[in-house]
C-alpha cells in the first residue's frame, strides 16, 4: 500500500486546512486510515483515525470538535477537515493506514510521507 498525502500549508491561527490523502497497491488490505502528526522535539501523536466503512471515528482529544475525518472508499482516500486552528498543531502530518487489525488506535502498518501544517499566531 503506498499513501500520498497532499494539503498542508501556512495559515493563522483560527484558520482551517484540509488534509488529502488517496491510498494505492493493495487497498483491499486496508481497514482503516488515519492521521498522525509530530511536532519538532515530540513523538509521533494519533489525530484522527476512521473504519474502513466509515461508521466508527477516533480522535485524540486535541482533535475533538475541531478536525473531522471522513473517507471516500470508492477513490481509497482519507481526509482531514481542519478547523479553528492553533499554533500547537503545528507539525508533519502523516497518512496511515492500518492493515493488520480492525483497531482504530494501534496497528498502523503503512505511512505517507507527510505534509507540513504551520499555524502562525
Known amino acids: 500500500v503506498q499513501l500520498q498525502a497532499s494539503g498542508g500549508g501556512l495559515v493563522q491561527a483560527g484558520g482551517s486546512l484540509r488534509l488529502s490523502c488517496v491510498a494505492s497497491g493493495r487497498t483491499g488490505s486496508i481497514y482503516g486510515m488515519g492521521w498522525f502528526r509530530q511536532a519538532p522535539g515530540k513523538e509521533r501523536e494519533l489525530v484522527g483515525s476512521?473504519?474502513?466503512?466509515?461508521?466508527?471515528?477516533y480522535y485524540s482529544d486535541s482533535a475533538k470538535g475541531r478536525f473531522t475525518i471522513s473517507r471516500n472508499i470508492r477513490e481509497s482516500a482519507v481526509y482531514l477537515q481542519m478547523n479553528i486552528l492553533k499554533p500547537d498543531d503545528t507539525a508533519l502530518y502523516y497518512c496511515s493506514a492500518n492493515s493488520r487489525s480492525y483497531d482504530l488506535t494501534t496497528g498502523f502498518t503503512h505511512w505517507g510521507q507527510g505534509t507540513q501544517v504551520t499555524v502562525s499566531s
Open positions: 476512521i473504519s474502513l466503512s466509515g461508521a466508527r471515528t
